[in-house]
């Protein structure tokens, strides 16, 4: 490895100093590493395109997934930008081959979700290790403090500060004319435009911190080769070698010289050598040691617990912590650790099973979401369906003929349809009369508002349609047409008026 040609100072670094140097080093090759990142994952999101363009979902997947595979291109080309031989994007293709070897194929299976993935990609394409070597190498290199998972963390949430903030400066930029950004279907409705505009945005989120990151890895493990293989002062040698090593015909001549004279017998001794005095050699050994680039020193103080001058009986009655109670109490010195233990992992099962439900939970409320949003679109397009009510009066929506069209619709086998249509034109009747039902009612209210005003007769019609309905409804059981006949035939002589 060619040291002298490395574009940053060499010195040992901690490893949230090298996340730093990464970040930099990012920030200067930000517009060739991200044309590298799409170069590789533009074409991925295009071919994978018209198979997945129903499931935006498991496209956005897909490219996530592969995010090894874009990294790879750019620790490639950050391998020997920093060693100088800064290859032209335009050319960059040519190094696809070497960018993407066979050993990469186990980053993205059983390696795909390792959280210092950015740590450890150099050891597996840059010095092409694998099996047991390479899990060697790792244990050697592995960064103190967990720096590579922390990366890994702070560049996740990264990408999903810049994701929502896209998603929440295009609600801002909606004009107050136009209707609202609908966030539901923007993280929910995978069969919406919406949700498509948030994939997009997510990818351009990774492919902005795709450099830091990959950056950022590369000089981690930098950083842990120079510490454990002392680079710093393998430079400085050869550095100082090469300022010693003549040039030219003079350097040739300076080392047959230099050749001579090794030939000639040293002189006898003439006394003991000159050596340093104790003191001197603890003065020249401090003046050498406070270079650069043996690195520092750091004095730390810190508080320590050394014991008492107890007696060993005392310290063995204190550890008991039971003092002379005797076999009873070692007994229960004993029993204390394991119902420790126990109710530990109590609290830890109730934490799971705790979890566990909360997990069902939102599951459940997401299916619930995605199934409010499919009702919507149904209502659009279906205008019998009685999903939500009309902020507009429920009379302007109903056809002239009331019977005729639930007729209609028996006929059809649409029972469903049918049964709604009479339900609401009871409930527009009710209102006509005067009575306030607020939109927000639900069926059981609309009962409890018609009873305190209208005559018993009609109640007890309005009962049964509305229990027919919550049956069809909410139970889900199927409605035969001739209850719905049935009803239509029954109905009291004030809703018939008011059908008609």
Known sequence: MELERLSARIRPRRPWEAIDLGFALARQWFLPLWLLWWMTA??????????????????????????????????????????GDQPPVRGAWRGLRNAFPPRLWPQLLWRRLSPSRSVNMPVTLLEGLNGGRRRQRLRVLAAPGGAGG??????????????????????????DQLPKLDLMAVFFDNESVLYWIAAAATVAAMSVIAPFYVAAGFT?????????????????????????????????????????????????PCGAAELPGREQARALIVAVLADDDFGRSDEVQYWA?????????????????????GAFGRALAELIPVLAAIVKWGVALVAVVALALLAQRLFLELRLARGQGRSR?????????????SAEPVALILPDDVPAAVRTLLTHGDARAALALLYRAQIAHLRNTGLDIPDSATEAECLVVARRHADGVQCDWLGQLTGLWQRVAYAHQPVAPAEVERLL????????????
């Not at 395109?49 to 790879?72: A, G, M, R, V």
């Not at 617990?305 to 109670?325: C, H, K, P, Q, T």
């Not at 149904?378 to 009510?389: C, H, I, L, M, N």
Request: some cysteine.
């Open 42 to 83: 533009a074409p991925v999101a295009a071919l994978s395109l018209p198979w997945l363009h129903q499931h935006p979902d498991i496209w956005l997947l897909l490219i996530w997934w592969l995010k090894p595979l874009y990294e790879s291109f750019l620790l490639f080309w950050l391998s020997r930008a920093l060693f």
């Open 150 to 175: 922390w990366l890994t963390m702070i560049c996740v949430h990264m990408e999903a500060i810049l994701y929502i903030s896209a998603i929440l400066l295009l609600a801002v930029m909606i004009p």
């Open 220 to 268: 981690v493990y930098l950083g842990r080769r120079t510490e454990l293989e002392a680079w710093d002062l393998e430079l400085v040698f050869r550095r100082d070698a090469a300022r010693r090593l003549p040039r030219g015909s003079g350097g040739v001549a300076a080392v047959l010289i230099v050749g001579l004279l090794m030939l000639i017998p040293p002189p006898p």
């Open 305 to 325: 617990y050394i014991g008492d001058a107890s007696s060993d009986e005392e310290d063995d009655a204190e550890r008991d912590g039971l003092g002379d109670l």
């Open 377 to 389: 679109r149904r209502a659009k397009t279906d205008p019998s369906t009685p999903v939500e009510q």
């Open 489 to 500: 035939l029954s109905r009291p002589t004030a809703a018939s008026a008011s059908l008609v």
